[in-house]
């Protein structure tokens, strides 16, 4: 190779680094400036009451709310019939939990029988 092609190279590698810098510089840069606050910022002034903790206000609820039935606002029978059938079919955490040990464990049954069996007997016979 000559000395000639050697630098067309370097020349050719170096302007696709600048471009490459550039392509990450460019959306840095448009990212970053876009969370700067301009020069004349102001805070905006916001009213609050001076008794919004007020906790003796009867428009306040401090008991806990119930939600069992919150898809009734729709008026949607179709909705109803599907929430009330999810409760219907939906299981207990417990009955759950005990479906899977049942699966796992007629699983290894299952599993059990494609391996050989084999026994060992430790002992001396004299």
Known sequence: MRKNDRDDMSLRHR?????????????????????????????PQTAVSSSWLETRDP?????????????????????DRLVEQAYRE??????AGVRVLQARAQLG???????????????SVQ
């Open 90 to 95: 939906n299981l207990p955490l417990r009955t």
């Open 59 to 79: 428009r306040l609820s401090t008991g806990s709310a119930t939600y069992r039935d919150w898809w009734t606002v729709f008026n949607d029978p179709a909705l």
């Open 15 to 43: 302007r696709r680094r600048r471009r490459f810098e550039i392509v990450l510089l460019v959306p840095a840069l448009l990212a970053f400036g876009g969370c700067m606050v301009g020069p004349d910022f102001q805070r």
């Open 109 to 123: 049954i299952a599993i059990g029988d494609f391996f050989p069996q084999t026994q060992q007997g430790i002992g």
